[in-house]
C-alpha cells in the first residue's frame, strides 16, 4: 500500500548478506567431470539446490554446465525470445568461477550446500568486476572496488555470482508515479506468467529470473515491499529477515532503519539454503552486534513437514478484502493451514494499522539522502551526492526521464535545507517503530498468545503501464518492514493464471520458525507452478 504521497509499498531496500564461514567436508565420492549442458533445453527442468548437489556427487552434472546452461537460458529466453529483461549484467568471470570450484569438488573440498550454485545479485549491490548502477544511467560505470559483505560471504559459500539483476530505478524511491520493473539502464522487466503484467518492485528482475529458471536462487532487497511483492506476484518463495541478519554493507541505501536484503528462490528450501549463506553478524552495519546472538548457521534445519502443528496463527483480515478471487486463494489457504495443525486465531487486530505511514515517509526521506551521499562518497562513484543526482537526471531527461519524474529525490534534497529536518526524523523513526512494531505487530503476537501473523501478500500482477504507473489494489507486508521484523511469502494459489502469495510474520529473529510454518505450508499447498510466458491474459 503506498504511503502518503508515495508508492513506497514496493520500495526495495538496499540488502546486504552474508554467507556462513565456508564448511569444508570431504566428497563422499570423487565425482567424473560432468559434459556440458550443450542446449538450454537441458536445463527445461527445474533443479533445486539439492538436486543440483545430488547430481554433482553422481558426477551427472559440473559447475561448468550448470553456468553455461543457464547463459544460454538467459540469451534465448531473457534477451531474445520472450525477452524478460530481467538479467542487467552477466559476470565475465562466472564460467571461471565454476571451473575452479568443480576443481575444488574434485579434490575433495565441498564448502557446503552451495557450493557450485550460480546466483544472481540485484543492481544494487556491490560485486566487484561489474557495475552496480541501482538502474541510473549515472551509475553506470560504476565498478566497485570490493564486494558487499553479503557477496564475500557468498563466495566463500561456494556461490557463483552469476550476474546483476534489474530493477525499479533507485528501487522506486525516485517519483510518485514510477512503473516497477523499469530502469533507464535496464529497461522494463516483464512477469514471467503473463508478459504484458509487472513483476512488482523493486526486488523484479531478481523475481523473474529464478521464477523462469535463469538462475537457481537470487538476492533481492526490501525497504516495504520489494522482496515480498515479487516474489509473491512470480510465484516465488521470498524472506526478508530481521534487520541486521543480513549485513546492509555495500549496498545502495534507502533507509538504514527498514533496508535489508534477503533470498527469492523457487522453494522454502533453497530460500532456507540461500539464508543461511548470507545470514552472519558484520561489525560495520548499525544491527550487526544485536544480530550476533541470533543468527544460525543452517536454517535448512528449520524444514520439517509439521512446522505447523500446534502453533497459534493469527489472521491479519484488515489486509484482506482488495479483490474477492485473492480472498477465495486466501481462505483456501486458512483452510490448509488447519490442515497442517495450525491453530487458526481469526480475526486478530492491529491496534495501529496503517498509522505509521507518515512516520515511515518522514524517515525514509531523511534516510535515503543521508545514507546515498555517504554511500556515493565512499564507492568513488561517478556522481558524489543526491544533489549531483538530481542535476545528472536533469541534463539527461530524455534517456532518464521519459515516463515519471524525480520528485522524491527533490523532496529529500529540499527537505535537507530546514534547519528542523533532523529534530523532525528522529521524532518520526522512534514513532514509526513504536506503531509498528511495539503497539502493532508485537502487541498482538503478545495479546493473543502467537506464534505468527498471517496476511495478504499482494494482489494479482497488474499491466504494466509507463503512463500512468503501477496499480496497487492492496497488500498486506508493510507492518514487519517499518517493524523491522521478519516476513516470508509462499507460493499459495493462482487468479486467471497469476500467483498469488501467503505473508507470515512474526517476532524479532524468528526466521526459523517462519521457514519451519512455510515449508509445511508449501509441502501441503504445492501451489507453485512453473511460468507460462503467457503473451497477455486471454479475454473471454
Given amino acids: 500500500m503506498p504511503l502518503p504521497d508515495v508508492p513506497v509499498r514496493h520500495v526495495l531496500v538496499l540488502g546486504f548478506a552474508l554467507a556462513a564461514t565456508a564448511c569444508v567436508t570431504p566428497a563422499v565420492q570423487t565425482p567424473t567431470p560432468a559434459a556440458p549442458i550443450e542446449d538450454h533445453a537441458a536445463l527445461a527442468e527445474e533443479l533445486s539446490i539439492a538436486e543440483i548437489q545430488a547430481l554433482k556427487r553422481r558426477g551427472e552434472l559440473s559447475a561448468q554446465a550448470l553456468v553455461e546452461g543457464f547463459l544460454q537460458r538467459i540469451e534465448q529466453i531473457d534477451r531474445t525470445g520472450p525477452s524478460l529483461n530481467s538479467v542487467i549484467e552477466l559476470n565475465p568471470a562466472a564460467s571461471e568461477e565454476a571451473a575452479r570450484l568443480d576443481a575444488e569438488r574434485q579434490a575433495g573440498r565441498v564448502r557446503g550446500p552451495m557450493h ?5 545479485l540485484k543492481d544494487n549491490i556491490d560485486a566487484a568486476g561489474m557495475a552496480n548502477s541501482a538502474g541510473s544511467l549515472a551509475l553506470a560505470g560504476h565498478i566497485p572496488a570490493e564486494d558487499a559483505f553479503l557477496v564475500t560471504r557468498l563466495r566463500e559459500a561456494g556461490a557463483i555470482v552469476l550476474g546483476k539483476a534489474n ?67 512470480t510465484g516465488l518463495v521470498g524472506i526478508k529477515p530481521t534487520l541486521g541478519l ?48 541470533h543468527i544460525e548457521a543452517d536454517y535448512t534445519v528449520h524444514l520439517r513437514a509439521d512446522g505447523l502443528a500446534g502453533l497459534r496463527i493469527g489472521i ?3 489486509t484482506f478484502g482488495f479483490h474477492p478471487d485473492v480472498d477465495a486463494v486466501l ?127 499482494v494482489g494479482p500482477a497488474w499491466p504494466t503501464d509507463p503512463v500512468n504507473g503501477d496499480h496497487f489494489l492492496g497488500a498486506g507486508y508493510s507492518l514487519a518492514a517499518v517493524a523491522g521484523t521478519p516476513s516470508l511469502t509462499v507460493p499459495a494459489g493462482h487468479v486467471h493464471g497469476l500467483p498469488v502469495g501467503l505473508v ?36 473471454p
Avoid at 116 to 120: I, K, R, S, Y
Avoid at 354 to 380: C, I, K, P, T, W
Avoid at 435 to 452: I, K, P
Avoid at 518 to 527: G, I, L, P, V
Fill in 116 to 120: 557450485g550454485v550460480p546466483v544472481l
Fill in 167 to 233: 530493477l525499479s530505478e533507485w528501487a522506486n524511491f525516485r517519483s510518485t508515479r514510477s512503473t516497477s520493473g523499469w530502469s533507464s539502464r535496464g529497461g522494463q522487466t516483464r512477469n514471467p506468467y503473463v508478459l504484458d503484467r509487472n513483476p512488482c518492485g523493486s526486488s523484479s528482475g531478481s523475481a523473474t529470473a529464478v521464477a523462469a529458471h535463469l538462475a537457481t536462487v537470487s538476492v533481492g532487497t526490501e525497504t516495504d515491499g520489494s522482496i515480498m511483492c515479487p516474489a509473491a506476484v
Fill in 246 to 293: 543480513v549485513s546492509r554493507q555495500g549496498i545502495i541505501p534507502i533507509a538504514i532503519s527498514q533496508d535489508t536484503a534477503g533470498p527469492m528462490a523457487r522453494s522454502v528450501a533453497d530460500a532456507a539454503a540461500l539464508l543461511g549463506a548470507m545470514a552472519g553478524a558484520d561489525p560495520r552495519d548499525p544491527e550487526g552486534e544485536v544480530a550476533a546472538p
Fill in 316 to 318: 491479519v483480515r484488515e
Fill in 331 to 457: 481462505e483456501s489457504a486458512l483452510e490448509t493451514l488447519q490442515a497442517a495443525g495450525a491453530v487458526l486465531v481469526d480475526p486478530v487486530e492491529i491496534a495501529t494499522h496503517e498509522q505509521y505511514r507518515d512516520a515511515e515517509y518522514a524517515v525514509l526521506l531523511y534516510e535515503f539522502r543521508e545514507g546515498l551521499n555517504a554511500y556515493l562518497a565512499a564507492s568513488d562513484a561517478p556522481v558524489s551526492t543526491l544533489a549531483e543526482l538530481i542535476a545528472f537526471n536533469e541534463a539527461h531527461a530524455d534517456a532518464v526521464m521519459p515516463w515519471f519524474g524525480q520528485e522524491i529525490f527533490e523532496l529529500a534534497e529540499t527537505l535537507a535545507e530546514q534547519p528542523e529536518h533532523r529534530e523532525n526524523y528522529l521524532q518520526a523513526r522512534e514513532t514509526a517503530r513504536r506503531l509498528a512494531r511495539v503497539e502493532g505487530l508485537d502487541a498482538a503476537l503478545a495479546t493473543h498468545e502467537l506464534d505468527a501473523l498471517v496476511t495478504a501478500a
Fill in 504 to 539: 507470515f510474520m512474526g517476532p524479532a529473529w524468528s526466521e526459523g520458525r517462519l521457514i519451519a510454518m512455510a515449508y509445511a505450508f508449501e509441502q501441503r499447498r504445492q501451489a507453485r507452478q512453473p511460468p507460462p510466458l503467457s503473451p497477455t491474459l486471454p479475454v
